[in-house]
């Protein structure tokens, strides 16, 4: 796990210890029991096909090098990071039908040898599970944390199965037999990293945030009140922001993602489906265009990729190009994620190979890059 967020923790603990026991005593018992599954339609977004330039030149430790060309079929993708709201009805759904089970402190599927999918009981998310009712004490217009990966996608085929219940027709993408993502399925998943950051950078080229950004020090393009960072000076510190809040409240042109997606820097670090290899880049064609990536076969880390940066993260990790990473069965109060849907019908989805398997003068290569950037060499 990258240390980035640890660093904050020791900070974190004493006065966040007291708010849990603070807002536990104020709402212990309120909670929905959500036999109306019914989940907002008009809350994605279409991200056009088309190409962009995916990393950047910025920082030792983003993993972002080099640079390289891809293009993504069109998608619809989540505004907001997932809230606890959909998680509530979601996760409710399964547990009706007897798919997931609750255990003292976590939430796994019923059948076979489960990872666990959500933590309960922690601050932010609070999720609980009793008599059947899946509930959170907290507001339920909050991002959801404490999912892990698998939980991520155990939401996405729970949705995708409950929507088709109601008249939907989608064809299944995740498999929870084996986590395996069908791409040329229709229904809920997470987006490809690729996908992520195209949808991040909202159509701008070579800009650091979601927002006109490009030049300089990335701090010179950054504060409070265009994101949700550590110490960032927004109401909410030092914890996550309602989904949606930066760019909704806060909405001059200049801040708003030009795809309409919000909170793609900070509140929480969002799933991808792929698998993190830091020199993963270097797989990809330097002289053409790369359809569809959609990570390494596996991970030299044994993790999955997150991005965007959290309210417990410094700011130069909120870039569009910033990658980080968790192991899948990990779950945390500063990670959640949002979904996609295939818009047209897509084209292959390619795996890749290790980068960390290539040859040493490929590797020189990466660090040449690096140096190269931003005069550093
Ligand atoms: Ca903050
Ligand atoms: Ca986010």
């Known amino acids: 796990m990258k240390h980035i967020d640890f660093l904050s923790m020791r900070k974190l603990t004493g006065y966040r210890l007291s708010l849990f026991c603070f807002l536990f005593l104020l709402f212990p018992f ?27 030149n910025y920082g030792i430790d983003g993993f972002a090098i080099p640079v390289r060309e891809i293009e ?27 798919f997931i089970t609750n255990h003292s402190y976590k939430i796994t599927l019923s059948s076979g040898n489960s990872p666990v999918l959500v933590i309960l009981s922690n601050w932010p998310s609070f999720f609980s599970v009793s008599n059947g009712i899946f509930y959170s004490s907290a507001n339920f217009d909050m991002p959801a944390s404490w999912i892990s990966w698998y939980g991520a996608l155990a939401y996405c085929a729970f949705r995708t199965e409950m929507e ?87 909405a001059p042109l200049n801040r708003v993602n030009l795809y309409g997606l919000k909170d793609m820097a900070g509140n929480l670090w969002e799933w991808c489906w792929d698998w993190f290899d830091g020199y993963s880049y270097t797989t990809l064609s330097s002289n053409g265009i790369t359809l569809n990536p959609c990570g390494p076969i596996s991970s030299p880390w044994d993790s999955k990729v997150m991005r965007g940066g959290s309210w417990f993260t410094i700011p130069q990790h909120l870039r569009c190009a910033y990658r980080s990473y968790m192991e899948p069965d990990i779950a945390a109060p500063f990670t959640g994620f949002r979904t996609v849907r295939n818009f047209s019908t897509p084209r292959k989805f390619v795996e890749q190979p290790h980068g960390s398997q290539l040859k040493e003068n490929q590797q020189a290569m990466v660090e040449n890059d690096w140096l190269n950037a931003d005069g550093l060499a």
């Not at 909670?31 to 330039?53: C, E, Q, R, W």
């Not at 709201?85 to 996760?91: N, R």
Request: net charge negative; hydrophobic share 30%.
């Open 30 to 56: 309120s909670f929905s029991h959500a036999n109306d599954y019914s989940l907002s339609t008009n809350s994605m977004v279409v991200i056009p096909a088309g190409s962009f330039k995916m990393g950047d």
């Open 72 to 98: 993504t079929d069109s998608f619809y993708m989540d505004k907001t990071e997932v809230s606890i709201e959909s998680v509530v009805k979601v996760f409710q759904w399964a547990l009706d039908k007897g």
């Open 164 to 250: 088709n219940e109601k008249g939907g027709k989608f064809k299944p993408c995740v498999n929870l037999q084996n986590w395996t993502c069908d791409f040329s399925g229709t229904g809920y998943r997470l987006p490809t990293e690729a996908e992520w950051e195209k949808a991040a950078r909202g159509g701008l080229e070579g800009h650091h945030f979601p927002w006109m950004s490009k030049g300089n020090n990335f701090n010179d393009h950054i504060d409070g009140s265009k994101a949700n960072y550590i110490d960032s000076g927004d109401p909410f510190d030092n914890s996550p922001s309602p989904c949606g809040y930066y760019q909704k409240n806060f």
